[in-house]
Each structure stands twice: as C-alpha cells, then as structure tokens.
C-alpha cells in the first residue's frame, strides 16, 4: 500500500522492484557505453585528431545496431508475458525465434556495411560535403577512406552483437540480470586491455589510432557473445522443448520490435548524422561535440536502465491485464528518470571541468581550440539535455511493452529527422556556432522527444478503465 497522500505508483514495494530490476541493467546496459567511452578516452590520450574516424563510422554502424536491438526487442516483451502468467519454462520458443532472426540479421547487416562503408563516405565526405575553410579540414578523399576501413572493421562485430543482445535481452527477462552484467563487464576489461596495446602501444606494439579501437571493439565482442551464449544454454530453457505458441505470437513478437527498430533508426542515425555535419564543420567541431555526445549518451545507461526495468514491470502487467498496474509502472518509470536525470545533471555541472581533461589530455589542440576547455563549455547544455534523452527511451519503453508500435515511432522520427538534423545544420554550419551550435540543436531535439513521449503515455495509460474506481 501507498502512504496516505503519496500517489498510488509510489508503494515501497514497486519501487524496490524498480531499482531491484534497474540497477543491475543500468550497469549492464552502462557497459555498453563504457567501452565508446574508453575508446574515446584512449583516442583523446594519444590520437586526439582520429576520434571522427570513428565517431563517423557509426552513422551505418549504429543504425544497423539500432534497428537489430529494436527487432529483437520481442523476445523480452514477449519472454515477460510469459513470466508474468508463471509461465516461463515455455519460453524458450521466445528465444529460440529471436536467435535465428539474430543470425539471419546479423549476416545481411554485416554484408550492407562491410561493402557499403566505401561508396556511402565517399558520397558524404567527397560528393556532398559542402565547403569548409577550416584549417584542420583534412583532404575529403582522406577522411573518406579511413572512416571506410574503421567501419569494415566494426562490422566484422555485427553478427556477434545481435546474438549476444537476444541473449541479454532473454536473461534479463527472465529476471536474471547480474549474469548479464558479469558478462558485460568481462568484455569492458578485454576492450579496455586491447585498447591500450593497439592503440597506445602501451606493451610496445605499433600504435593503431582509430584502426586499433575498432579491431578492440569487435575482439571483445566476439568475447562476450561466446560467454553470454554458455549462460543461456547452461541456466534457462532456451533450448528446451516447450509447447506451440498461439497462432499469431510470431507475428507479435515481431510487431512490438519493428516500432522499435525505426525508432533506434530515428534516434541513433539522427545523432550519428550530426557527427557528419560537425565534421564538415571541421575536425575540432566533430571532437569537441562529439565527447559532449558521448557524456549524454553515458548517462543514457542510467537511463536506458530505468526503462527496461519500466518495459518489464509494464510488460508484466500487461500479460497479467491489470491496467493499474500499467499506469502505476509507467508513472513511476518517468517519476524515477526525472530524478536520475536531476542528480545527472548536478555531476555534470559541477564536474565539467575535470570531466572533460579527463576526456582529453588538457594539452590537445585542434584547429586552434584548446579542446578540453571547449568540451566542458558543452556539459553544460548536455546536463540539461539528458534528462530529456532519458524521458523519451522511459515513455517509449512503456507505451512498446503494451504494444503501442506507431506512435512512438512517429515522435522520434519528427524530433530526430525534421528538428534535431536540420537545427543543427542550420545553428552549427549555416550560422557558424560551431559545436555549441550543434549541441543546441540537440537540445533541441532531444527536448521535443521527451516531451511528446512523456505526455503520450500518460494520455494512453490515463484511459485505461480502472478497478480502482470500482
């Protein structure tokens, strides 16, 4: 029971369920992150000017990644359903349907990246690249191909990713989460070991700049995904016989992750499209945003953690069709993002100096720019903005674990395509602000998702019929 006067989404009870389930996949999903972000800080030590090499390279990579994790995103709907019913010795069909679409997946993507890296920078940095005069600007023909010989090498990783994401994504629905972050963590040291020798050339191996973060990311994803497949195999029923599903659960499971993948593809290649004109801006612009971005997207594990706890919790509630649970998970879900997202925000503000020499060492200059001054500037317009970025993947969560596909989608794709690129194109290269252009038109979108997904699901869940009202 809820105290008297507190709202009835705030019993004790859910929120310890919340943090129970948010913490551990908060870490996990933290690893994630933390890996761009020791390739980042690697990069800022020792090749301070080969950091948009590889933040370019995840225009095709981070698309692919998004719309595989949005796909997938059926087997820990679908996985929850089950659970919630008792019924979770029958889902290894669940997983089993999710696996085979992450192979089948993970063998067209890597096909489309691998050949299509080449023309596809060739046509954005040669082709259609407008004019810069900026006099750090490499030949175009340059940053072309070595962005193109970066993301050959990610996408040898792109197999691997899917597999150990259906993986992640059946274990912590199946509420074992703290396996998944063992895993995780194991390929964060392997990534952060690898670095060091490849790109630093710490135990006297030839430094590898930007090519070596991208040989380190895809070893210790391959790494992972092996360890990640024994825990399956070993500990849940993924490959035992269980009984045929109803008639129409493929298409369901399908279905719910189809949203999601346009969503990913909306939000992750908008963000990896400014990367683009930050580096038409010059190479300074595309670092100094670039850090900034990964700091937001940092705290996007917090976020992102938060809101696979909400998407199970709802998901739950939603096979058991108990509406007031819904709305409870929902509310609390945005009510716990909101206070994340202010504490976020006070590190950032009061730490964004050694934040950013810690990004970069305090000596690196580009085009000029003293770099690690200039990042800590952009903080402080990204404290603000996380909280948005948090609110939109929270709502959009919980409105997909009832199977509200389309709408979500619809806010992302306006807020990332028609408001985020255009805003930053037009503050950051048209009107000349640089970075902090580019970072206000982020803001900007960012804002407007957060907004119109937050108010989308308490307009969806506030119509549901209550028993409460009984």
Known sequence: MARAGWPAWARASDISDLLRLSVPIAITRMSMMLMGITDAIVLGQYSPGELPFILNSWLPMGVSIGFGMGLLLGTQVL???????????????????????????????????????????????????????????????????????????????LLAFMVSQVCSFYLESLRRPL?????????????????????????????MGAEGVAWATTISRWALTVA?????????????????????????????????????????????????????????ANSIYGYAIQIIGLCFMFYLGIGSATSVRVAEAFGRGNNDEIRDAGRLGVAATILMGVILGIVLVLFHGPISRLLVRPDAVLNGIVLAPAIASLLLIAAAASIFDGLQATASMALRAQEIVWSPSIIHIGSFFFVMIPACYMLGLVAGRGAQGMMEGAFMGMAIAGVGQTLLLEWKTARLPSKRAV
């Open 79 to 157: 996985t929850s359903e089950l659970l919630g019913v008792g019924l979770a010795q029958e889902s290894g069909r669940i997983f089993r349907r999710g696996f085979w679409a992450a192979l089948g997946l993970g063998v067209i993507l890597t096909a489309l990246v691998f050949f299509g890296a080449e023309p596809l920078f060739h046509w954005i940095f040669v082709t259609i690249a407008p004019v810069s005069e900026a006099a750090d600007r490499l030949d175009p023909q340059t940053i072309a191909s070595e962005t193109a010989k970066v993301t050959r090498i990610l996408s040898s990783g």
């Open 179 to 207: 396996l998944v972050t063992v895993v995780m963590y194991f390929g964060v040291v392997i990534n952060l070991v690898l670095d060091l020798a490849l790109v630093g050339g710490v135990w006297g191996g030839e430094p």
């Open 228 to 284: 990640m497949f024994i825990l399956v195999v070993a500990l849940t029923p993924a490959f035992r016989k269980s009984v045929a599903g109803p008639l129409d659960e493929a298409r369901r499971q399908f279905s719910v992750g189809i949203g999601t993948a346009i969503s990913n593809v909306a939000e992750w290649g908008g963000f990896n499209f400014t990367f683009i004109i930050a580096t038409w801006i010059s190479l300074a």
